[in-house]
Every structure is written in structure tokens, then in C-alpha cells.
């Protein structure tokens, strides 16, 4: 336990954990607060994660993914009691700060953090980027190779080069129908 830490007023604060293991800290805080009674010190536990869209053998998924691998966001009163609650939380390594003082992180950061968590609509997650070749794997021209001349990830589309008659075409497919090389 430290020695005396000034009580720091409500502010989020990030904890970092053993990566992997945010989703059980977040779990374990929250079952703690509640069987230790901290509820009035300790509000809110956060894993912040954005939906995106990332295609795995040949098909969409959908999938969460962590914007700050290895933290947990707690919104809390800083104490010698709450404080203690939270660092001796099974996988948490520490809070973020100096020594035994967590650093508050500021209201507009968790805003935006916030903000991002909510979107409704994922984004695309490929392996691709400006210049690669890729391979068609289905329509008209299949099997032809090309390179990735521009990616819109809002509507999972790219645009590659082909070569067609000694000249290079565009073609704006799928993210499903190339793939990488």
C-alpha cells in the first residue's frame, strides 16, 4: 500500500494489465467493486474497442479490436482505499503515472475515446496497401495479377492495375475477390 496518496478528485485513469488479459481485468475490477462496496469511488471500468471489418479466408468478420492493447480505462476517486482495490486486482500491473501516483487522463481523451467506441458502422481491416500486388481470385479476370492503385475501406472496395492488351487498366473489385502475393 502506498504511503498516503492524496485523494486526486475523479478523473479516469488508464491501468495497464497483462496483455491479453483486459477483458478479465475489466471483469474482476467490476466484480471486486461491487463485493468491497466501492461503488462510490470507483464508477466505471472501460476495455475501449473499435468494430472493424477484416477479411479472413474469403469472407467478412466482423471483429472488435482493442485501441490500447495491455490497458483498462477507470473511471474512479483516487484514495489510499480505492487505489489499493484497483492495483491489487488479479493481472493489473499498475497504474499509469509516477511511482504510486496514477495519472488522470484528460476529459477530452476519454471523450474521443469514447466517441470512437460508439461508431456503429466497422471499418475495413485488410492486408493491403498502395503498391502491392495482388491476384484475382474470381470473375472475368481471374487468375490475372495487378497492382493496388488506390483501397476505400468505407466501402470495401480497391482499385489495382492490370496489364490488358499492353496497357494498363483499373479494375475496382471486392476486397474478397484479390488477394495479396
Not at 34 to 53: A, R
Not at 107 to 125: G, H
Not at 148 to 165: A, H, M, Q, S
Amino acid at each position: 500500500m502506498p504511503k498516503q496518496v492524496l485523494s486526486l478528485g475523479r478523473n479516469w485513469y488508464a491501468v495497464h494489465t497483462y496483455s491479453g488479459y483486459e477483458d478479465a481485468v475489466l471483469r474482476n475490477l467490476k466484480t471486486r467493486i461491487k463485493t468491497l462496496n466501492m461503488e462510490n469511488k470507483i464508477f466505471n471500468v472501460i476495455v475501449p474497442k473499435i468494430k472493424k471489418i477484416k477479411v479472413v479466408g474469403n469472407k467478412r468478420k466482423v471483429i472488435e479490436e482493442k485501441l490500447y492493447p495491455g490497458y483498462v480505462f477507470v473511471d474512479m476517486v483516487v484514495d489510499d482505499e480505492s487505489w489499493y482495490v484497483v492495483r491489487n486486482t488479479q493481472r493489473v500491473t499498475g497504474f499509469v503515472g509516477a511511482g504510486s501516483t496514477p495519472l488522470a487522463i484528460p476529459k477530452e481523451q476519454v471523450d474521443v475515446i469514447k466517441n470512437l467506441m460508439e461508431t456503429k458502422d466497422p471499418s475495413y481491416k485488410v492486408d493491403l496497401a498502395i503498391g502491392d500486388t495482388v491476384k484475382i481470385l474470381e470473375g472475368p479476370f481471374k487468375d490475372y495479377e495487378g497492382k493496388v492503385e488506390n483501397i476505400d475501406y468505407n466501402k470495401g472496395k480497391v482499385k489495382i492495375l492490370i496489364n490488358l492488351f499492353g496497357r494498363e487498366t483499373p479494375l475496382e473489385l471486392d476486397f474478397l475477390q484479390v488477394k495479396k502475393l
